[in-house]
């Protein structure tokens, strides 16, 4: 016998947005933003900034204008998020 199952969408929000998701992806972003720092120049910014929208997100930024070639040429941030376990994908509406 299959039971129904309603999603508690206000309740999957309050998680989103919790204090547990805001620790673990405030973490991920760290060490994403460790994981970068040694392939770019010393003295080099980067930096994390926790925001949320729907949920809890955060953006890892080379402070730098040469962060997109970086990016572009090695992938410093796609292989950093990698590296922490992460898979980045293209982005799809």
Not at 48 to 65: K, L, N
Not at 68 to 74: G, P
Request: glycine share 12%; charged share 25%; aromatic share 4%.
């Amino acid at each position: 016998m299959l039971e129904s199952f309603r999603l508690d969408t206000a309740g999957v929000r309050e998680v989103l947005k919790g204090p547990e998701v805001r620790s673990a992806i405030d973490g991920l972003a760290g060490a994403i933003a460790a994981h970068v720092r040694p392939q770019v120049p010393a003295g080099t910014v980067v930096s994390v900034r926790g925001y949320t929208t729907d949920r809890g997100a955060a953006s890892v930024t080379i402070e730098d204008v040469r962060g997109m070639a970086w990016q572009a040429r090695d992938g410093v941030l796609t292989r950093a998020a990698g590296e922490v376990g992460l898979e980045v994908r293209a982005w799809q509406r």
